[in-house]
Nanobody, 128 residues
Framework: QVQLVESGGGSVETGGSLSLSCTIS????????VAWFRQAPGKEREAVAA???????YYGDSVKGRFSVSQDYAKNTLNLQMNSLKPEDTAMYYC??????????????????????WGQGTQVTVSS
């Protein structure tokens, strides 16, 4: 079982930056992966970013070039640096985990699929 707690959301103006962090508590010996998703009101949950082999970040098309994902294995955190924020980035941001270490990148790259575990989410609001 995996427990996830997001932090760092808030309100910024267009062009601003925010940094999110997800604290990961793992109660299984199974390998797993983690990723960031977001969901705006009235829209489906959207994959945002995941970390693949060698620390390479994978991103949804709408955030490429603006967001940066990293995983700190010593601190058990998944981090998301969001720059050049736009009003359309306004959403609840969720950290998710899956008990297949390759699945998170697959979901982000294909834009299809879901994960096994979710945090409570943290709100990001970007004003114009």
């Amino acid at each position: 079982q995996v427990q996830l707690v997001e932090s760092g959301g808030g309100s910024v103006e267009t062009g601003g930056s925010l940094s999110l962090s997800c604290t990961i508590s793992v109660h299984t010996t199974s390998p797993y992966c983690v990723a960031w998703f977001r969901q705006a009101p009235g829209k489906e949950r959207e994959a945002v970013a995941a970390v693949g082999s060698g620390g390479v970040g994978y991103y949804g098309d709408s955030v490429k070039g603006r967001f940066s994902v990293s995983q700190d294995y010593a601190k058990n955190t998944l981090n998301l640096q969001m720059n050049s924020l736009k009003p359309e980035d306004t959403a609840m941001y969720y950290c998710g985990a899956h008990l297949n270490p390759y699945h998170c990148v697959h979901v982000v790259v294909t834009g299809s699929g879901t994960l096994d575990y979710w945090g409570q989410g943290t709100q990001v609001t970007v004003s114009s």
